[in-house]
């Protein structure tokens, strides 16, 4: 989970405040990430971990390398807490936001260089608010890592949310993303628009917490997709996407003629 609690002395104001957390605990209680790391694991006995990326420093590569050093450590902790059960520890699930989805699927794409008794398997990933390119970010230009193989290689179910009053990540990221998305196997992706959304989900910042964690619960035990709150949209196939466009295109002259005529009606009574 990231972006973690950041580095003491930064995050405590502003608008990153509500995401990462500095060191205060009673920052860390607002983080969203805090609170679904603490959610998935009263839920479902997962151990979650919070990372922070390292400052000033390194772009994607050093923070996927970041990631691969924590799903390592993760693997080691649930070896020692399952090797008294015998049964083999459970895959590893990665949730970026942003930066850190890009820094995801980098560290996804690092997996196939380990050796196969030190790769950790993925179980789900879910990339929010995350672009597969675009400007310069965290020291290095997207472009320069083919996101989009690898996320076409991921070997695991992905959930991309996307607010769609982002102003930092344009919600056709979110339909690109969606498009290189492995769609071989029925249910394999799903692609949630949040109409009223932000670039940090705050406006539903309630609703995405619990649908995640529904969204998790479905991944792990099976259960049926979860319902989605309102001004939530979700798409599992390009033709429901497509479906969703050409509707959306469709209605659009009328709209504006709808929109025309209240206006010379406004026009005409201050006539």
Request: glycine content about 10%; overall charge negative; charged content about 20%.
């Amino acid at each position: 989970l990231g972006p973690g609690v950041d580095a003491p002395g930064t995050g405590a104001t502003g608008a990153t405040a509500a995401w990462g957390a500095d060191c205060d605990p009673k920052l860390l209680e607002s983080s969203v990430y805090a609170q679904l790391g603490q959610a998935l694991a009263a839920d479902h006995d997962m151990l979650c971990v919070q990372v922070t990326w390292r400052e000033g420093t390194g772009g994607l590569e050093a923070a996927a390398t970041d990631l691969l050093l924590a799903m390592r450590w993760v693997q080691q902790r649930q070896s020692e807490r399952f090797a008294a059960a015998h049964v083999p520890p459970p895959d590893v699930w990665l949730i970026g936001f942003c930066f850190g989805g890009a820094a995801l699927l980098t560290a996804a794409d690092f997996l196939g260089v380990l050796d196969a008794t030190e790769r950790p398997q993925l179980g789900a990933v879910a990339l929010l608010a995350t672009a597969l390119a675009g400007p310069t970010t965290g020291g290095e230009n997207f472009e320069q890592r083919d996101l989009p193989r690898a996320l076409h290689g991921l070997g695991a179910p992905v959930l991309l949310l996307q607010g769609a009053a982002d102003s930092t990540v344009p919600p056709r990221a979110a339909l690109d993303a969606f498009a290189c998305c492995n769609s071989s196997v029925p249910g394999f992706k799903r692609l949630v628009l949040i109409h009223d959304g932000d670039h940090r989900f705050m406006t539903k910042r309630a609703d995405t917490v619990s649908y995640l964690r529904s969204w998790a619960r479905e991944q792990l035990k099976g259960a049926a997709a979860p319902l989605l709150p309102d001004g939530f949209q979700g798409f599992e196939t390009d033709d429901d996407l497509q479906q969703s466009v050409r509707i959306a295109r469709a209605a659009g002259p009328e709209r504006r003629a709808a929109a025309a005529a209240a206006a010379r009606t406004v026009a005409a009574a201050a006539a």
